[in-house]
């Protein structure tokens, strides 16, 4: 083989390997190469957080790696990365990484399933379904004023007109006594009791005592309890379930470790 055909043959095999290498390096700074793996790992960074890498940006992000490069380099001649505050500083971010890390990895080997998921808005339906009752109530501190109340109503006064005037719960008297739509077991067994035997659109005709004082309620409507869907709240529970699963991880963590 000829002398110029040689010299063309290793040109060719060194611009393939430089070629090779720009392709594993975004850049080399001051004969040190900034790895793509960078690039990319800031370019997930950006991802999580919503927003779209457009050629602009890895433009950007290519230039900012870079500077991260030179600066890092320049604090290294300073010796900067052989202080005490320094290295306390890099342990600390070590430790988050390999937290981070070992919940993803947990989070992947322990998922929450559809059977989970299931089984907990089951739960959850078992827990809240039946009736909600739409109630008023006038609330005062002594028996004999609950049984004044109740006279007035009987001769045509207005609920809602009394309860302002009269009612000690500052919450629903200033609205006329209204309360939102409840389960009774809300409500304290007293309230709770006298509520479900009245009628609808009925009133006590004596006053119930509880801890509170004296009430006098009157039921306005009762429905069947709303409850979602599976599919409208299936990420807020797989969320929750996972949340649950995480804690006891970590909790079994902490009671195994041994701590002096």
Same mark, same amino acid.
Request: no cysteine; charged share 30%.
């Given at each position: 083989?000829?002398?110029?055909?040689?010299?063309?043959?290793?040109?060719?095999?060194?611009?393939?390997?430089?070629?090779?290498?720009?392709?594993?390096?975004?850049?080399?700074?001051?004969? &040190?190469?900034?790895?793509?793996?960078?690039?990319?790992?800031?370019?997930?960074?950006?991802?999580?957080?919503?927003?779209?890498?457009?050629?602009?940006?890895?433009?950007?992000? &290519?230039?900012?790696?870079?500077?991260?490069?030179? $600066?890092?380099?320049?604090?290294?001649?300073?010796?900067?990365?052989?202080?005490?505050?320094?290295?306390?500083?890099? *342990?600390?971010?070590?430790?988050?990484?390999?937290?981070?890390?070992?919940?993803?990895? $947990?989070?992947? &080997?322990?998922?929450?399933?559809?059977?989970?998921?299931?089984?907990?808005?089951?739960?959850?339906?078992?827990?809240?379904?039946?009736?909600?009752?739409?109630?008023?109530?006038?609330?005062?501190?002594? *028996?004999?004023?609950?049984?004044?109340?109740?006279?007035?109503?009987?001769?045509?006064?207005?609920?809602?007109?009394?309860?302002?005037?009269?009612? &000690?719960?500052?919450?629903?008297?200033?609205?006329?006594?209204?309360?939102?739509?409840?389960?009774?077991?809300?409500?304290?067994?007293?309230?709770?009791?006298?509520?479900?035997?009245?009628?609808?659109?009925?009133?006590?005709?004596?006053?119930?005592?509880?801890?509170?004082?004296?009430?006098?309620?009157?039921?306005?409507?009762?429905? *069947?309890?709303?409850?979602?869907?599976? *599919?409208?709240?299936?990420?807020?529970?797989?969320?929750?379930?996972?949340?649950?699963?995480?804690?006891?991880?970590?909790?079994?963590?902490?009671?195994?470790?041994?701590?002096?």
């Amino acid at each position: 083989m000829k002398k110029h055909a040689l010299l063309a043959t290793a040109t060719a095999v060194l611009l393939a390997f430089a070629g090779s290498a720009m392709a594993q390096n975004i850049a080399i700074v001051n004969g &040190k190469a900034v790895p793509s793996s960078r690039m990319e790992a800031l370019a997930q960074q950006v991802a999580k957080s919503g927003r779209q890498i457009t050629p602009e940006m890895q433009g950007q992000m &290519k230039e900012e790696l870079i500077a991260r490069e030179i $600066f890092g380099q320049a604090a290294q001649a300073l010796g900067l990365d052989a202080t005490d505050d320094f290295k306390s500083q890099m *342990e600390m971010v070590r430790q988050q990484i390999l937290i981070r890390e070992l919940f993803t990895s $947990f989070q992947a &080997k322990n998922p929450v399933t559809d059977a989970d998921i299931k089984a907990e808005y089951d739960k959850f339906v078992a827990a809240n379904s039946g009736k909600e009752y739409k109630a008023r109530h006038i609330l005062v501190e002594k *028996e004999d004023q609950a049984k004044a109340v109740i006279a007035q109503l009987k001769k045509g006064g207005k609920f809602d007109e009394i309860a302002k005037k009269s009612s &000690k719960d500052p919450g629903s008297g200033a609205k006329g006594g209204e309360l939102d739509w409840a389960n009774p077991s809300s409500y304290v067994k007293e309230f709770s009791d006298a509520l479900v035997a009245l009628s609808k659109g009925k009133t006590t005709d004596a006053p119930v005592k509880s801890q509170f004082g004296y009430h006098i309620i009157r039921l306005d409507d009762v429905r *069947e309890a709303p409850l979602p869907k599976l *599919e409208d709240v299936k990420p807020q529970i797989a969320q929750q379930l996972m949340q649950q699963k995480m804690g006891k991880y970590q909790e079994d963590l902490r009671s195994k470790a041994k701590v002096e």
